[in-house]
C-alpha cells in the first residue's frame, strides 16, 4: 500500500508541473542530441580522414626544385630510404571567379584524390576541381570555366587528401577556399597549360618514417640534408621544402576535428550541471511545501530511502529518456548538420558513419550521473531532518536565526515584501546565479560574429602596405613605391618560452613603411610579446625547424 500511494503521486505531480517538466525534456533533447551528432561526425570525419592516409596513399612531405629531377640526384635520396614522385603543378587563375587553380594532372600512386561527384576528367578539354572551392564560388558540375585561358568543361568535384585544408602557402596564417582551389586534369589537360606557371613539385614516402611528432621532425632535418647533398651534385636547388609533420594543408584538418570534440563534450557537462541545479532547486521548494505530508508518511513508517527515490523519478527518468531520444537524433538527424558544418570549412573524403560507444558514453551515462549524484546529495540533505521537524516545518539547519529588524515607520506590505525577500534570499541568490551562466552561454554565442568583424577590420586598418610580394629568387622592378624586404619562419626554442613557429622580417635601414629604431637587438610584436611576457632586454633563441641554424637575440 505504502509504495501505491507513492506512485500515484507521479502523474498528479507530472500533471501539475507539466510545462517545466516538458520545457527541460526539449532542451536536454536537444542539447543531448546535437553534441551526440556532433561527436559521432566528428568521430567518424576523423576516423575517415586517419583512412584517408593510407586509402589514398598520402604523401610524407614534398619538395620543389628549379627544375626537373635529374637521375642522380633521385639515386641520393632512394639511398636514403625515399621513394619520390612527380607531382607537377601549375597556378592558374579562373576568369569567372578571379580565383587561382592549382593543377594537378591526375594521380595514381601518390595522394589519390577521393571523387565527391560527377567523374574524372576523360579528355583534355575537363576538369576536376576542390568540392568545397566549388561550393564557395557556386561553380557546378556541368559549368564551364576560363582558366589559364582555355575554356574548360567542369566534369567532376574532388577532394585531394594533401589539401583537406586549402592553404596556398606553407607561410599562410588562415587557408582560403574562395580565392584559391586545386584541380586535377588529365596527363595530356595539363601539358596544354603551357610551362608558364609549371612548378617542379616532389612528393615522397619513406621507409624509415617514425612515429611521434619529435621523431618525424627529427627525420625531415635528416631528408633535408640528404636533399641538399643531392642538390650539390647535380646543381638543381631545392626552392621548398614541406614535409608533412609542419603541412597545414594536410595536418590542419586532424588536429582541429580532434579538439572540437572535448570542448562540444564540456559544453554538455555545463548544460547538464545548470538544470541538474534547477531540478535540485525546485524539488527543494516541492519538500518545503509538502513538509508536513513527508513528515506524517515519515511517522508512518516510509524510510528516508523511499522518500528519496520518490523525488529522484521524475527528474531521472526525464533525463534518462531525454539522453535515449536524444541520441537517436544524434545519429539520423543531427550527425547530418554537423557533417554539413564540416564540409563546409574543409575539404574532406566521403566518410560513413561509425557506431561510436565513447560518445554514447559521453551523451547518456555522464549526464545521468551527473543529474543523479547533484540531486541525491540535496535529497539526503534535506530529507535526514527528524519526522517532528518536518510536522513542525522546521527546516532549517541552522537553528533559530535573529531576525533582521526592519524600520516601523515603513508601511506594511513592503515590511511584508522585504521579510519574504531575507527568507529567500538564498534561493535568489541561486537562481542569480543561473540566469547569469544561461546568459554567459547566449552572449558566448552572440560576440563572435562581432568579435570576427572587428578582428578583421582592426587587421587590414593595421597592415603595413598594401601589398606585398614574396619572391624564391632576386628580382629588379621599376616601381619608385616598392621596398625590399627579407622574411623566413623560425621556431623558439623549448624552455622558458613554448616552442611555436614565428615569422621573422628583415626591414632595410630608414624604411618608409616601417618606422621603428632597431639598435642592436631584435623587435618583437606586442602580441608575441604580451603572450609570453617578454620584455625590453630579454632573450630569445630561434631556430630552423629543419636546419642548422640557430641564434639568440635581445
Not at 594532372?105 to 583534355?124: F, H, S, W, Y
Not at 516510509?302 to 531520444?325: D, F
Not at 613605391?481 to 623549448?494: D, F, R
Request: net charge neutral.
Amino acid at each position: 500500500m505504502k509504495r501505491n500511494a507513492l506512485k500515484k503521486r507521479f502523474f498528479r505531480e507530472l500533471k501539475s508541473e507539466f510545462g517545466k517538466y516538458a520545457v527541460i525534456f526539449l532542451f536536454l533533447t536537444g542539447a543531448i542530441g546535437f553534441v551526440s551528432g556532433f561527436l559521432v561526425a566528428s568521430d567518424s570525419m576523423l576516423a575517415a580522414y586517419d583512412e584517408s592516409f593510407t586509402k589514398y596513399n598520402v604523401e610524407d612531405g614534398n619538395f620543389e626544385l628549379t627544375g626537373p629531377a635529374e637521375e642522380q640526384f633521385l639515386e641520393v635520396l632512394a639511398e636514403d630510404g625515399l621513394t619520390v614522385y612527380e607531382n607537377f603543378y601549375r597556378n592558374e587563375e579562373v576568369e569567372e571567379t578571379r580565383a587561382t587553380l592549382r593543377i594537378f594532372k591526375i594521380r595514381d600512386e601518390v595522394n589519390r584524390g577521393c571523387l565527391m561527384d560527377g567523374e574524372l576528367p576523360q579528355t583534355a578539354e575537363e576538369i576536376a576541381i576542390d568540392r568545397m572551392h566549388a561550393e564557395n564560388n557556386k561553380i557546378s558540375v556541368g559549368d564551364r570555366l576560363n582558366v589559364g585561358g582555355r575554356k574548360l568543361l567542369v566534369s567532376g568535384l574532388v577532394a585531394l587528401p594533401d589539401y583537406s585544408a586549402l592553404y596556398e602557402k606553407p607561410s599562410d596564417m588562415m587557408f582560403d577556399a574562395v580565392e584559391f582551389g586545386v584541380a586535377v586534369m588529365t596527363e595530356e589537360g595539363a601539358a596544354q597549360l603551357g610551362d608558364a606557371h609549371l612548378h617542379y613539385s616532389y612528393s615522397w614516402k619513406d621507409s624509415k618514417k617514425p612515429s611521434g611528432e619529435k621523431k618525424e621532425t627529427e627525420r625531415a632535418k635528416e631528408i633535408l640534408e640528404v636533399l641538399i647533398k643531392g642538390a650539390v651534385l647535380t646543381g638543381n636547388m631545392p626552392l621548398e621544402f614541406i614535409p608533412a609533420v609542419s603541412n597545414q594543408a594536410i595536418r590542419f584538418v586532424g588536429d582541429d576535428i580532434g579538439s572540437d570534440g572535448k570542448m562540444i563534450a564540456a559544453f554538455l557537462y555545463i548544460i547538464i550541471a545548470i538544470l541538474a541545479f534547477v531540478f535540485a532547486i525546485t524539488i527543494s521548494n516541492t519538500i518545503t511545501k509538502e513538509a508536513t505530508v513527508i513528515g506524517t508518511l515519515r511517522a508512518l513508517g516510509y524510510t528516508k530511502g523511499e522518500l528519496v527515490r520518490h523525488y529522484l523519478t521524475l527528474p531521472m527518468t526525464v533525463v534518462a529518456v531525454a539522453a535515449v531520444i536524444g541520441n537517436v537524433l544524434g545519429y539520423t538527424v543531427f550527425k547530418n548538420i554537423a557533417a554539413a558544418m564540416y564540409y563546409k570549412s574543409y575539404s574532406l573524403p566521403t566518410y560513413v558513419t561509425l557506431w561510436n560507444g565513447d560518445a554514447f558514453l559521453r551523451t547518456t551515462f555522464i549526464p545521468v550521473i551527473i543529474m543523479f549524484l547533484i540531486n541525491v546529495i540535496m535529497l539526503e540533505r534535506k530529507l535526514s531532518l527528524s519526522p517532528l521537524r518536518f510536522l513542525r516545518r522546521n527546516l532549517s539547519r541552522k537553528g533559530y536565526k535573529r531576525v533582521i529588524r526592519l524600520n516601523s515607520h515603513l508601511p506594511i506590505m513592503q515590511r511584508f515584501r522585504l521579510r519574504i525577500l531575507l527568507q529567500n534570499l538564498p534561493n535568489y541568490i541561486m537562481i542569480l546565479v543561473g540566469v547569469f551562466f544561461a546568459n554567459l552561454i547566449l552572449l558566448f554565442g552572440f560576440v563572435l560574429p562581432p568579435l570576427v568583424d572587428g578582428y578583421e577590420k582592426d587587421i587590414t586598418s593595421n597592415v603595413i602596405c598594401a601589398y606585398q610580394y614574396i619572391l624564391k629568387a632576386p628580382a629588379e622592378t621599376n616601381e619608385p613605391a616598392a621596398e625590399k624586404y627579407s622574411v623566413t619562419a623560425l621556431q623558439t626554442v623549448e624552455g622558458r618560452l613554448k616552442s611555436e613557429e614565428i615569422m621573422v622580417y628583415g626591414i632595410t635601414e630608414n624604411s618608409r613603411y616601417v618606422q621603428a629604431e632597431f639598435g642592436d637587438g631584435v623587435l618583437v610584436s606586442n602580441a608575441y610579446a604580451g603572450k609570453h611576457g617578454i620584455k625590453a632586454g630579454d632573450k630569445i633563441t630561434l631556430e630552423e625547424r629543419f636546419g642548422g641554424f640557430r641564434k639568440t637575440m635581445h
